[in-house]
């Protein structure tokens, strides 16, 4: 079993920074890759960055690619989503997912055993 806990959301204008956090609880966190997704009001939840179990290598959505990074420390069982010159297209609740094919990094749903209760950011014009 692993738990997930998402911090770090916020309000913030346009051009702004935020840093994610998820922190992890559980045996083996370090084994498993961790996807963010978020989602937006009205709308399907839709991948954003994934990172394999030892942050080796990393996937970012096409949308979020250039502003958005992933990173982890598995010291502190935790994985960041560092984001930058955000957008108000960005506004979503973002959820932190661990699956346990962790050299996999992809942004299918179904990958992902165990999710976090998600952190919202909103982002002002």
């Known amino acids: 079993q692993v738990q997930l806990v998402e911090s770090g959301g916020g309000l913030v204008q346009a051009g702004g920074s935020l840093r994610l956090s998820c922190a992890a609880s559980?045996?083996?966190?370090?084994?498993?890759?961790v996807g963010w997704f978020r989602q937006a009001p009205g709308k399907e939840r839709e991948f954003v960055a994934a990172i394999n179990w030892s942050g080796v290598n990393t996937y970012i959505a096409h949308s979020v690619e250039g502003r958005f990074t992933i990173s982890r420390d598995n010291a502190k069982n935790t994985v960041y989503l560092q984001m930058n010159s955000l957008k108000p297209e960005d506004t979503a609740v973002y959820y932190c997912a661990a699956s346990p094919f962790g050299a996999k990094i992809a942004g299918n749903l179904e990958l992902y055993d165990y999710w976090g209760q998600g952190t919202q950011v909103t982002v002002s014009s």
């Open positions: 559980g045996r083996a966190f370090s084994t498993y890759a």
